[in-house]
């Protein structure tokens, strides 16, 4: 986890310094550079919150609902699974995931297990709706907000995953594709990872380039370099089909 004041074996202070009892000097241990960046991104995360609501929350697939995820879309749930086993060193990379599919599918439960793996492994993660990122953005605009808009910027540039739901959803005018774009080039220069996820009504052909639509060519093409081809999952909404 993102605990900056974690045991170091070699029994250094909180702030990663040892001291030589011969010298009388204070030197930094090897774990410092690690606390630094966990307090950074442990402040970054607080300043902007993160959430992950009780049902997308101690994911795991033994129990639902990623046992059942896993036997109605085997491959989508291999893939994310995959990925997650080395979840620290695809994200370090910026290697990113995009989830498509039809709505009820279980896209969003696999991007949050990611997500849930990510910090496992130590790593600093936001997740956000994309039409409630885009308002805290608005609102943040208003004299003495919080977060500021500065906050909100640097947390989604900086932060080592970041896991964006319903990229698709924002009703896109000018600003709403500029914000996107500023976000998306960032990461994208930075080789910071994206995991995010889009809805396709049912019934509708699954085109990934339809995403372009709504987030604009320039926003897709830089996401399509950063996750590759989207993990599909077709099929009837769970909640319809067995009326949770
Ligand atoms: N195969 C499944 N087995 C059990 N529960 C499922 C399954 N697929 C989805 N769910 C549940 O249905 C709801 C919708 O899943 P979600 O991941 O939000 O889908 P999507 O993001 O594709 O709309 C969630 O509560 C999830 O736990
Ligand atoms: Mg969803
Ligand atoms: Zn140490």
Known sequence: MLD????????????GFLFDEVTRQAYPCSCREERLRRRAHGDMEASVGRYAPPRFQD????????????????????????????VGDNVRQGRGLW????KGTGKTTLAYYVAQQARAAGLSVLTRNTTDLLN???????????PTTRQIIDAVTHVELLHLEDVSVPRPNDWVL?????????????NKAIVFTSDTP?????????LADHIGERTYSRLMQMVGDPILMTGQDYRLTVGA
């Open 178 to 190: 500029e914000q996107l774009y500023t976000i998306v080039n960032r990461r994208y220069e930075h």
């Open 99 to 102: 989830l498509l599919g039809n």
């Open 202 to 210: 049912f019934g509708q052909a699954l085109k990934p380039d339809a």
């Open 136 to 146: 805290e953005l608005r609102d943040s605009y208003k004299p003495d907000a919080q």
């Open 59 to 86: 994911l795991d697939w033994s129990s639902l609902p990623l046992s059942g995820i896993a036997e109605r879309h085997t491959a989508a749930a291999t893939h994310v699974r995959r990925f997650a086993e080395r």
């Open 4 to 15: 900056p004041d974690f045991d170091c074996p070699n029994g250094c202070d909180a702030n």
